[in-house]
């Protein structure tokens, strides 16, 4: 471990959005492979998919249970999308960014604003775009998980997620997979040196300036 990877900081929330098929998922899911950041899995009340796992890839509750979170003041931001609701629970994310790891968030621009207006020296924002419609139509009926209605509906909402595209930070097109994840590879590896985020600088230059070379 080198001196400078040593100095301490706060978790940084990698924030990433997109229309539905562009890629976040693929991208989030190479990203915890890493090993070195932490998921915020929401709860949602869509219905499971047959890819999915309980606990891991979301918390699937009924619609009853999720406003009852969220009227306990349970989540750090909710938005209804397509038609189901989605929260992220907030005491994971206070507890994970305290103990200096950071977490990837999945959510969408509703949840991205919320989140901005409460925490954002800690957000790093990136949305993610698909190379053209034609090829999102392409990969939401590739991925074969939802009925063509579902297809058809996220098609339709595209556009209004798009129209978002510059509230955030940074914008990757993922049109080439490797290309895209090395682009938020850079992001993430920049964003982890910002001298704000790192609390423990002063201390180290204090050190510094202090030794009687
Ligand atoms: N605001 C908010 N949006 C979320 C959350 N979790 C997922 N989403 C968004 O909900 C939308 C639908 O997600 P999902 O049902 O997994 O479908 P997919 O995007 O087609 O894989 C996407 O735009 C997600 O980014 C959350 O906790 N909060
Ligand atoms: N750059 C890419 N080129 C081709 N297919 C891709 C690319 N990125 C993702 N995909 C595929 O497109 C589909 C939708 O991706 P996914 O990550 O589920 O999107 P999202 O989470 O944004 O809805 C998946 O089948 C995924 O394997």
């Known amino acids: 471990m080198t001196v400078d990877s040593k100095i301490q900081r706060r978790g940084l929330m990698l924030i990433l ?26 709860i ?31 989540l750090l931001e909710w938005a209804e999308v397509h038609g189901n609701f989605y929260g992220t629970p907030r005491k994971p994310v206070l507890n994970t960014l305290a103990s200096g790891r950071d977490m990837v968030f999945d959510v ?14 800690d957000a790093v924002t990136v949305f993610i775009l698909p190379p053209s419609l034609t090829e999102l139509r392409t990969r939401l009926e590739r991925r074969a998980e939802d009925a063509q209605e579902i297809i058809n509906r996220r098609l339709l909402n595209a556009r209004d997620e798009i129209s978002h595209w510059d509230a955030y930070d940074y914008v990757i097109v993922n049109d080439d ?20 985020r790192r609390d423990g600088l002063a201390r180290f230059v204090d050190g510094l300036l202090a030794e009687d070379a």
Do not use: C, N
Not at 22 to 39: E, H, N, P, V, Y
Not at 53 to 69: A, C, N, P, S
Not at 108 to 121: C, S
Not at 177 to 196: T, W
């Open 17 to 42: 959005s997109s229309p539905s098929g562009a890629g976040k998922t693929t991208l989030t899911r190479d990203l915890i492979q890493l090993g070195d950041l932490s998921l915020s899995v929401s």
């Open 44 to 74: 949602t009340t869509r219905p499971r998919r047959a890819s999915e796992i309980d606990g891991v890839h979301y918390h699937f509750i009924g619609r009853d249970e999720f406003i009852f979170q969220r009227d306990r003041g349970d």
């Open 108 to 121: 969408d621009w509703q949840g991205t604003l919320q989140i901005l207006e409460h925490m954002r020296d």
């Open 177 to 196: 997979l490797d290309h895209a994840f090395k682009a938020l590879l850079s992001i993430l590896a920049a964003e982890r040196l910002k001298r704000v």
